[in-house]
């Protein structure tokens, strides 16, 4: 376990500091924020429109809204959506957590491997919680929802306990968190201790922040994760039209996650990308779009 954490934080830093990303337009859109308890969350809405199907995006580990990049969101302006992009609670514009501190690691995962409960500022189902005050903020009453690895987790747990609220759900590179799934690969791991050694730590970091991403943050939403456990029966409880994506060189979160994810979700479809690791590089945009417009198209009722 201490590995599959240590493998998190750095693939998210490799890919952060190496994707092709451009955040003009999303500097020069409006935010703006609302409370989930007593925490503020900060969120953009993108391509307004009436007749628009409404599509929610949720970022991973550490993420706010601008890691999703505007490539990604003009795609899915193009292909007529209007998009709810949040600042996950400790990212971004949203309420952060530096007060409570960063966990000890390795006492947590001991914890975790024991069966013991860890330390967390938040859980997974509080940071769901937050999409629904946005939503609740922005008028909306059912969106389709979409989420990248820890993303993919909370709109999971959105579908299952917000079911009036979810028309339906895309998983990308995601998991239920099952403890039977296997870990990164040693492959993995190897590529990316290399990444942390050296002066090269601190021009990483700050790409990662031009990114969207916030490194003193990730620990505590992999706590967040730890926390909330395995959610393999809830998720066997979503009724909704559920799309699966998982890239077949994803290091990270293998493609059985993927595979495993759809198997809980009676009708769900898999779809592996070939070619496509944790991460989503523009030159995947392209299939990535055509496949969440072709899943929430079918699933829309106006």
């Given at each position: 376990?201490?590995?599959?954490?240590?493998?998190?934080?750095?693939?998210?830093?490799?890919?952060?500091?190496?994707?092709?990303?451009?955040?003009?337009?999303?500097?020069h859109t409006p935010t703006t924020s609302t409370q989930?308890?007593?925490?503020?969350?900060?969120?953009?809405?993108?391509?307004?429109?009436?007749?628009?199907?409404?599509?929610?995006?949720?970022?991973?580990?550490?993420?706010?809204?601008?890691?999703?990049?505007?490539?990604?969101?003009q795609g899915l302006e193009f292909e007529g959506f209007?998009?709810?992009?949040?600042?996950?609670?400790?990212?971004?514009?949203?309420?952060?957590?530096?007060?409570?501190?960063?966990?000890?690691?390795?006492?947590?995962?001991?914890?975790?491997?024991?069966?013991?409960?860890?330390?967390?500022?938040?859980?997974?189902?509080?940071?769901?919680?937050?999409?629904?005050?946005?939503?609740?903020?922005?008028?909306?009453?059912?969106?389709?929802?979409?989420?990248?690895?820890?993303?993919?987790?909370?709109?999971?747990?959105?579908?299952?306990?917000?079911?009036?609220?979810?028309?339906?759900?895309?998983?990308?590179?995601?998991?239920?968190?099952?403890?039977?799934?296997?870990?990164?690969?040693?492959?993995?791991?190897?590529?990316?201790?290399?990444?942390?050694?050296?002066?090269?730590?601190?021009?990483?970091?700050?790409?990662?922040?031009?990114?969207?991403?916030?490194?003193?943050?990730?620990?505590?939403?992999?706590?967040?994760?730890?926390?909330?456990?395995?959610r393999t029966e809830e998720v066997q409880r979503i009724?909704?039209?559920?799309?699966?994506?998982?890239?077949?060189?994803?290091?990270?979160?293998?493609?059985?996650?993927?595979?495993?994810?759809?198997?809980?979700?009676?009708?769900?479809?898999?779809?592996?990308?070939?070619?496509?690791?944790?991460?989503?590089?523009?030159?995947?945009?392209?299939?990535?779009?055509?496949?969440?417009?072709?899943?929430?198209?079918?699933?829309?009722?106006?």
């Amino acid at each position: 376990m201490r590995r599959i954490i240590l493998s998190i934080v750095l693939a998210v830093l490799a890919s952060a500091a190496h994707a092709d990303y451009s955040r003009l337009y999303f500097d020069h859109t409006p935010t703006t924020s609302t409370q989930s308890g007593n925490t503020e969350i900060a969120f953009r809405i993108f391509n307004r429109g009436a007749d628009n199907p409404k599509l929610l995006l949720i970022m991973g580990l550490g993420g706010a809204g601008v890691a999703w990049g505007d490539a990604f969101i003009q795609g899915l302006e193009f292909e007529g959506f209007e998009i709810i992009v949040i600042d996950n609670r400790d990212t971004g514009s949203s309420t952060m957590f530096t007060d409570w501190g960063k966990p000890t690691l390795w006492w947590q995962i001991l914890k975790y491997e024991l069966g013991f409960s860890v330390d967390a500022p938040y859980s997974l189902n509080e940071m769901a919680a937050d999409s629904i005050a946005v939503l609740d903020a922005a008028g909306y009453e059912q969106v389709h929802v979409m989420g990248v690895s820890m993303g993919g987790m909370i709109a999971q747990i959105l579908a299952a306990q917000y079911p009036e609220r979810v028309a339906s759900l895309t998983s990308v590179m995601s998991t239920t968190f099952a403890p039977h799934l296997p870990p990164p690969t040693a492959a993995a791991e190897g590529n990316l201790r290399s990444l942390a050694e050296g002066d090269a730590e601190a021009s990483r970091e700050e790409a990662m922040r031009n990114r969207g991403f916030y490194p003193e943050s990730m620990e505590r939403h992999l706590m967040a994760v730890f926390s909330t456990g395995d959610r393999t029966e809830e998720v066997q409880r979503i009724d909704k039209p559920t799309l699966v994506i998982h890239g077949s060189e994803d290091p990270l979160i293998p493609p059985e996650h993927g595979v495993h994810t759809a198997e809980q979700i009676k009708g769900a479809k898999f779809v592996l990308v070939e070619g496509m690791g944790h991460n989503l590089p523009e030159r995947f945009h392209p299939q990535i779009i055509g496949l969440m417009s072709a899943h929430i198209n079918k699933a829309h009722t106006p």
